[in-house]
């Protein structure tokens, strides 16, 4: 099958491994889904993703800040106390918070630094209280609009990820990107220089033109190539939308790089989009990446 060689890829092909890493975004909705819904596989590494942390106002429309962070997730749903009960039932669980996103009440979210110092110090203040105040364990990278240059949005991410690492408030990080020129240009401005400083690079491969059919792409190829080195995530979009979908034969695809031991990984978005389905993905990506080749 086509779908077979478009998840063919060689990261770390000196040294290939498996991982058993499942990740999901949760709380962008407000459908009221908790932790304690999603079901989680005990022989697997599991990562909720809040989304989202954005450095705009909470008012009734929202505008930048001055890099101050607020939360624009489910808080009511996914408090502090969620995550530590979540936490303590399930060992294999960690939890960190997601950057940006797309958009912001009626508007895009933009990534729009004064300057790279004075954004670096407000975001490295703002994201401590919140990591600590909810004990959380890494931060994610999701923005998706610039009003900055790639050297620019790569020096900031740099020095935030380096403080917050070094200060002890976060023990990993990732970024989000997908096949979207400008998308591309700031990410992979900020991979070439500074990837070391990045864990877990989780590609938005659903949101590859729906138009065009998966046998047009090598998309593991193409993306390992773009990040090499990095530990790029199988991903699907369980709302239905997109491309590579289970429906697409994406748990099929799956199998070689398994048996090959490059598959890093799987994350869904998003956990708000499974709960009406019983989390039937979910468990079946979970039961994937528990066996062992």
Known sequence: MDRLVSLHGTINSSCPT??????????????????????????????????????YTTSSS?????RQFNIFWDSDNLSPPQVS??????????????????????????????????WVS???????????????????????????DPDTFAECIRKLITRLKNNGVISFASIAPFDDD?????????????????????FQFYAYDEGITVSQFNYFET??????????????SSDGSGRFSPADGFFTACNRPKSEKNLHG??????DDSMPGGFSYEKQSQALLAISH
Request: aromatic letters at 16%.
């Open 18 to 55: 498996n991982s058993n890493l499942f990740r999901e975004y949760i709380g962008a909705e407000f459908n009221n889904v908790k932790f304690s819904d999603v079901p989680i596989n005990p022989n697997v590494e599991f990562h909720f993703i809040l989304a989202f942390a954005i450095d």
């Open 62 to 66: 929202p505008s930048p800040t001055n």
């Open 85 to 118: 009960s979540i936490k303590s039932k399930h060992s294999n669980v960690k939890i960190a918070l997601s950057l940006g996103g797309d958009s912001v009440g009626n508007g895009y979210t933009y990534f729009n630094p004064s300057s790279v110092d004075s």
């Open 122 to 148: 407000n975001a490295v203040s703002s994201l401590t209280h919140i990591i600590k105040q909810y004990n959380l364990d890494g931060i994610d990278i999701d923005y998706e609009h610039f009003n900055a």
């Open 182 to 202: 400008q998308v591309q240009n700031h990410y992979l401005a900020l991979w070439k220089s500074y990837g070391h400083l990045i864990d877990y690079v989780n």
């Open 223 to 236: 993306q390992s190539s773009n990040y090499r080195g990095g530990k790029i995530f199988a991903s699907f």
């Open 266 to 271: 799987i994350f869904v978005w998003s956990a």
